[in-house]
C-alpha cells in the first residue's frame, strides 16, 4: 500500500497564499498518478487537480484553473500544490489522493490511497 500525508494547511486572508504538500511512502512513488481533493462542511469530495506519473501533465477543476499548480518531485516522493488568490469559496479539507490505474482523473474513486486531510481556512 501507500501511506499519505498532508501538511501546509492553515488559516489565510483572501487573497492570500498557501502551499500544501503531500509525503508518500510504501510504493514506488513515479508508478502513481497523484491528485488532490478538497471537501467542505455539507458538501461532496471535489476534484481539485492532478498530476500524471512520468510526464507532469496536469488537469485542474475550473474552479481553481490560473490559481492552483500541481507538481510532483519524484525524487523526494512528494506532491505539492500552490494555492494563490485564495477565496472564501476554497475553504476545506484539502486530500492528497494517489491512482496507480490512470483512469477517470476526476473521480474519487479511481484513487486507491488517501491522506488524512489538512484544514485549509481563507477569511473574507
Known amino acids: 500500500q501507500v501511506q499519505l500525508v498532508e501538511s501546509g494547511g492553515g488559516l489565510v486572508q483572501a487573497g492570500g497564499s498557501l502551499r500544501l504538500s503531500c509525503a508518500a511512502s510504501g510504493r514506488t512513488f513515479s508508478n502513481y498518478a497523484m491528485g488532490w481533493f478538497r471537501q467542505a462542511p455539507g458538501k461532496e469530495r471535489e476534484f481539485v487537480a492532478r498530476i500524471s506519473r512520468t510526464r507532469g501533465r496536469t488537469y485542474y477543476a475550473d474552479s481553481v484553473k490560473g490559481r492552483f499548480t500541481i507538481s510532483r518531485d519524484n525524487r523526494k516522493n512528494t506532491v505539492s500544490l500552490q494555492m494563490n488568490s485564495l477565496k472564501p469559496e476554497d475553504t476545506a479539507v484539502y486530500y492528497c489522493?494517489?491512482?496507480?490505474?490512470?483512469?477517470?482523473?476526476?473521480?474519487?474513486?479511481?484513487?486507491?490511497?488517501w491522506g488524512q486531510g489538512t484544514q485549509v481556512t481563507v477569511s473574507s
Open positions: 489522493a494517489a491512482d496507480p490505474d490512470s483512469t477517470s482523473y476526476s473521480s474519487a474513486g479511481s484513487y486507491d490511497y
